[in-house]
Structures are given as structure tokens and as C-alpha cells.
T-cell receptor, first 110, second 114 residues
Framework: ELKVEQNPLFLSMQEGKNYTIYCNYS?????LYWYRQDPGKSLESLFV?????AVKQEGRLMASLDTKARLSTLHITAAVHDLSATYFC??????????FGKGTRLSVIA | AAGVIQSPRHLIKEKRETATLKCYPI?????VYWYQQGPGQDPQFLIS???????DKGSIPDRFSAQQFSDYHSELNMSSLELGDSALYFC?????????????FGPGTRLTVL
């Protein structure tokens, strides 16, 4: 059974600082998704990582995938308040289309 | 671009009542997925359909049933509602059956059971 673990689950960071969120998964997969969710809202697709070594950047967020280590990272550069949200990684498996991590609740404070 | 449409957006029901949630996928998407997200939880896969046939089944209670119609829209029917059914219910759609195809999520239906 595929398990997806994120850490940290809660993150409070100051504006302007950098930080990395980690996503580990337990079985082989060659793709991984990152989503952002604001409270009570839908899941907004951030990144689709399709192969080993994939790296994608959008604004202050950069995601990477290491399929051999079964690890993805979401790096935040110079955080701003607008990045406050919950971030989920998700991995597709054979029997379950997407298995999500528990989410990282990010709060960016001045 | 057209997105996934869900209705209603909010629904309040009493215990033991029934509820029906609807999902209209992105045009030309033939696969629909249903997820349940409890308060403070991650989304959990319930069930999916491809070309009007059930394709995968997750942690969907026996009290729930779903189907996909000829126009590809899907309905999730929930009976004997319990307090624990209060959650956000998301529908997602994708082109094709491959579970590795990217899924596009709708805005969700917030169900509150009193």
C-alpha cells in the first residue's frame, strides 16, 4: 500500500526566509503532484513532476523529484504572506488514482 | 478554459437524510474521480469512473453510491447521512483511464450534516 509522508506538517516562517517541504513516498512512482489549498477552497495544481530529476519553478516556489530516493521537495524562496496556505503532495498508484500526503500548513508572518 | 463544475457548492442535511452531489467534468474528459476531505485532513479517494463504468474504488462507505452518465457527468449519492460525513467533496476529471494522467479538481461541495 502506497504511503505518502510530508514534513513538516506545520510551518511558520518569517517573510523573506527560505524553507523546504519534503515529501517521501513508499512505492515506485515516476510522477508526483504538488497542490496548494486555501482554507475551504479547491486544490490548485502547482507542479506536475513527470520524471526522475525533474525540476520546476514558478515564482518563489521550486519543486524537484528524485524517483530513486522516492523524495520530492518544495522549496520556498523569500517567503511572502500570499504563500500562506496548505501544500499537498500526491502520488498516483495502481489502485488509487492519487494518494495525498497529510499536507503542510504554511503560515508566513511579517 | 472550462473547468470542472460541481453542484451544489454547499449543502446542509440532517442525520439519516440523503444527499446527491453532481459533477460535470471538463469537456472531452471521460474519467471522473470523487474525493472526500474531512476537516483538517488530506483528500481521500472514494471512487472513479471511466466511460460510465466504475474503474477504481477507494474508501467509499456502503451507504454511498455513484454513477457516471452518458454525458460523462457523475453523481454521488449518499444515504443515511452521519455526522462524520461532514466534509468537502471534490470531483476531478481527466482524459483517459490512465491513473497517471493529471487530474483537474472542481471547486468542491461542502456538506454539513447536523
Amino acid at each position: 500500500e502506497l504511503k505518502v509522508e510530508q514534513n513538516p506538517l506545520f510551518l511558520s516562517m518569517q517573510e523573506g526566509k527560505n524553507y523546504t517541504i519534503y515529501c517521501n513516498y513508499s512505492t515506485t512512482s515516476d510522477r508526483l503532484y504538488w497542490y496548494r489549498q486555501d482554507p475551504g477552497k479547491s486544490l490548485e495544481s502547482l507542479f506536475v513532476l513527470l520524471s526522475n530529476g525533474a525540476v520546476k519553478q514558478e515564482g518563489r516556489l521550486m519543486a524537484s523529484l528524485d524517483t530513486k530516493a522516492r523524495l520530492s521537495t518544495l522549496h520556498i524562496t523569500a517567503a511572502v504572506h500570499d504563500l500562506s496556505a496548505t501544500y499537498f503532495c500526491a502520488v498516483p498508484s495502481g489502485n488509487t488514482p492519487l494518494v495525498f500526503g497529510k499536507g503542510t500548513r504554511l503560515s508566513v508572518i511579517a | 478554459a472550462a473547468g470542472v463544475i460541481q453542484s451544489p457548492r454547499h449543502l446542509i442535511k440532517e442525520k439519516r437524510e440523503t444527499a446527491t452531489l453532481k459533477c460535470y467534468p471538463i469537456p472531452r474528459h471521460d474519467t471522473v474521480y470523487w474525493y472526500q476531505q474531512g476537516p483538517g485532513q488530506d483528500p481521500q479517494f472514494l471512487i472513479s469512473f471511466y466511460e460510465k463504468m466504475q474503474s477504481d474504488k477507494g474508501s467509499i462507505p456502503d451507504r454511498f453510491s455513484a454513477q457516471q452518465f452518458s454525458d460523462y457527468h457523475s453523481e454521488l449519492n449518499m444515504s443515511s447521512l452521519e455526522l462524520g460525513d461532514s466534509a468537502l467533496y471534490f470531483c476531478a476529471s481527466s482524459p483517459g483511464l490512465n491513473t497517471y494522467n493529471e487530474q483537474f479538481f472542481g471547486p468542491g461541495t461542502r456538506l454539513t450534516v447536523l
